[in-house]
């Protein structure tokens, strides 16, 4: 049985400028037709899966509507075996929760949220494009505890342009008198098919590294210091409150996904759904595969992955399983950026700045 399930709702109301997640805007018709495309699917794989973790993904899936959210939920609860279900996420913009939207949620049996406030400063939320301020961020966080969530994580951005020390100093204490059970603090990538990326093209945008190395140091003191465990580079919680899905997918667990671009591994299977919606749900309904994408995972592409991944959490990688790299691991530790330590392989706060380097090393 799969115990891992992804769910894409691809529509967004707004598009954000550094953002190359697979999204567009919404339609009514079109969202009615996605889900019933989305359930089609679902029904497909029900006798294959019983989910420990969902993860609603997007996109925006907090920008459906009460209706929607009924039909959505509501058509997982009837097609699926939710008996074993331990966390099921959503990711939600501030700017779209509403106390009669966040009851329902929490009643559907979801009960962890993560909620992309990406900085507490109204300057750097405009040069983000964000729809939302720090005061309806707070708002939110406030109407989602009233809901019964109690187990909420702020996604916050550093290494944004005329982002100071200073303003990310603030936007990490403000999230910490919230008293989040989780934070992520991602650092700001260049992705291609983004605004971003074509001001960086431009020579409009830069980043500064050094800057960013003071931010992304300055986030493990601060919240290390306030109880919460960094147990991967860009993820931080209270003990217990690590999320389970994400930690599933980095151990290298099979997962599903369903929905328009959604990947999915399962066994030696790897595969991705058509990256259009309208298409997706056209297929979809007409009881056709939906897959664009399609590759054989072999057992040497999985160590690769689990090493890779494993490297940037708190487990590290085992030593014996290391073998195959460990002249290059070697080579790392003389640079200060790896330690072995108890039979495993581990990141040192130096290598935690320079993870994706040590990570091209499995790959």
């Not at 058509?75 to 099921?88: K, V």
Request: one cysteine or more; glycine letters at 8%; hydrophobic letters at 35%.
């Amino acid at each position: 049985m799969i115990e891992h399930l992804y769910i894409h709702i691809p529509f967004c109301p707004n598009i954000c400028p550094y953002c190359a997640f697979y999204k567009e805007s919404a339609g009514r018709e079109r969202v009615e037709t996605f889900l019933d495309a989305l359930l089609r699917e679902a029904d497909a794989w029900a006798e294959r899966i019983r989910p420990k973790t969902i993860f609603l993904g997007g996109g925006t899936p907090s920008a459906l509507s009460i209706p929607q959210f009924e039909k959505l939920l509501g058509g997982l609860h009837s097609r699926l075996d939710l008996s074993e279900l331990e966390e099921w996420t959503i990711e939600m913009n501030p700017a779209t929760v509403a106390a009669d939207k966040a009851a329902l949620l929490r009643e559907a049996g979801i009960n962890r949220v993560s909620m992309g406030v990406q900085s507490w400063d109204d300057a750097v939320l405009k040069s983000l494009g964000r729809t939302h301020d720090s005061e309806k961020a707070e708002e939110s966080f406030l109407t989602l505890r009233q809901a019964g969530f109690d187990n909420l994580s702020i996604d916050l951005i550093f290494g944004v342009p005329a982002q100071s020390l200073e303003s990310w100093r603030s936007s990490l204490e403000r999230s910490l008198r919230l008293s989040p059970e989780h934070l992520s603090a991602y650092g700001l990538t260049y992705e291609e098919d983004t605004e971003f990326f074509s001001k960086l093209g431009r020579g409009e945008m830069a980043p500064d590294e050094g800057l960013e190395a003071d931010q992304f140091e300055l986030t493990s003191h601060l919240l290390g210091e306030s109880g919460y465990l960094q147990y991967e580079v860009s993820n931080y919680a209270l003990p217990g409150r690590e999320s389970r899905h994400n930690s599933a997918y980095w151990a290298g667990k099979d997962y599903l996904g369903l929905g328009p671009s959604a990947f999915s591994t399962v066994g030696s299977r790897r595969w991705r759904n058509i990256r259009e919606t309208g298409i997706y749900s056209e297929t979809t309904l007409a009881g056709k595969t939906a897959i664009d994408f399609e590759e054989e995972v072999t057992e040497e592409l999985k160590s690769r992955e689990r090493a890779a991944f494993g490297m940037r959490t708190l487990m590290g990688v085992d030593k014996e399983d290391a073998k195959p790299w460990e002249s290059d691991l070697l080579g790392m530790e003389n640079k200060g950026l790896v330690s072995l330590t108890e039979g495993r392989w581990l990141l040192t706060p130096r290598g935690r700045l320079l993870a994706d380097t040590v990570a091209e090393i499995f790959v």
